[in-house]
């Protein structure tokens, strides 16, 4: 139900944006947000961003990434910039409610030379 897009290979130091939106409505949403899992790791929170607009981030991509979007709207975005290789993982959207916790079927990031 949760769309996400934008993956791909970027060269370390470059940039690169995903996008997520629902084909369907979800209504009641309280937080949307980007998960990753790498190679041999488990998956672990990027960004979130709350139905009020706050965004918290993982300690290791503070400063780099930049979620925003829209809980009513469905919609989440997550700009990041000054990637490094140990950001390769596939990123999945995901979007809460009070009773159930929706997923994207991910997209790839490579980050190397």
């Known amino acids: 139900q949760l769309q996400a897009s934008g993956g791909g290979l970027v060269q370390p130091g470059g940039s690169l944006g995903l996008s997520c939106a629902t084909s369907?409505?979800?209504?009641?949403?309280?937080?949307m947000g980007w998960y990753r899992q790498g190679p041999g790791k488990q998956r672990e929170l990027v960004a979130a961003?709350?139905?009020?607009?706050?965004?918290n981030y993982a300690d290791s991509v503070k400063g780099r990434f930049t979620i925003s979007g829209s809980t009513s709207a469905n919609t989440v975005y997550l700009q990041m910039n000054s990637l490094k290789p140990e950001d390769t993982a596939v990123y999945y959207c995901?979007?809460?409610?009070?009773?159930?916790?929706?997923w994207g079927q991910g997209t790839l990031v490579t980050v190397s030379s």
């Open positions: 995901n979007a809460m409610t009070s009773l159930q916790n929706y």
């Open positions: 369907r409505r979800i209504f009641g949403v309280n937080v």
């Open positions: 961003i709350t139905s009020g607009g706050r965004a």
